[in-house]
């Protein structure tokens, strides 16, 4: 019944990350999070609410959230976070597909580290730093294994 707001409530989370990612306005990013926390906490389908016109009642849900709650819940997807996904090279958004590498991990490795290329990748999983970075589940041998077979066969289609 409420996996529309758990799916609401992990997209604002991410787009909060990949916005702190890109240094933007501190206060965007905050509300991004509470509305994220009040999707995951609110006890009623996040449809039904929308279909009352009372999204806005939400903590943390003003004008412009509710409208991506809006466009979420007509599209399954909001235009503003593909873009914040897009605007990584197609080569470095294919990272994700590697073992313990999430959006916001891969963001982070492009906005943040500067890392550009998978012997950039390589580098860091063999100093063991990339270990240290939150949201890394795989453990290095795997993400090493799984760079060495992409530097082989080129990346994904």
Known sequence: MRDANRTLAELF????????L?????????????????LAGLQEDVAAVAARGELQRIPGIGRDLS????????????????????????EVVSWTALPGLSDTVVQHLYFRLGIRTLNDLEILVRSRLLRTLPGV????????????????????P
């Open 137 to 156: 589940t795989a453990s290095d041998e795997d993400l090493l294994a799984a760079i060495q077979a992409r530097q082989r066969s080129g990346p994904p």
């Open 22 to 38: 890109r240094r933007a306005n501190p206060h965007r990013i905050r509300a991004y999070r509470r509305a994220a926390e009040s």
């Open 67 to 90: 409208s991506k709650i809006q466009e979420f819940l007509k599209t399954g997807t909001i235009q503003s976070y593909e873009e914040l996904k897009v605007s990584l090279p197609p």
């Open 13 to 20: 989370r991410t787009m909060a990350d990949l916005l702190a």
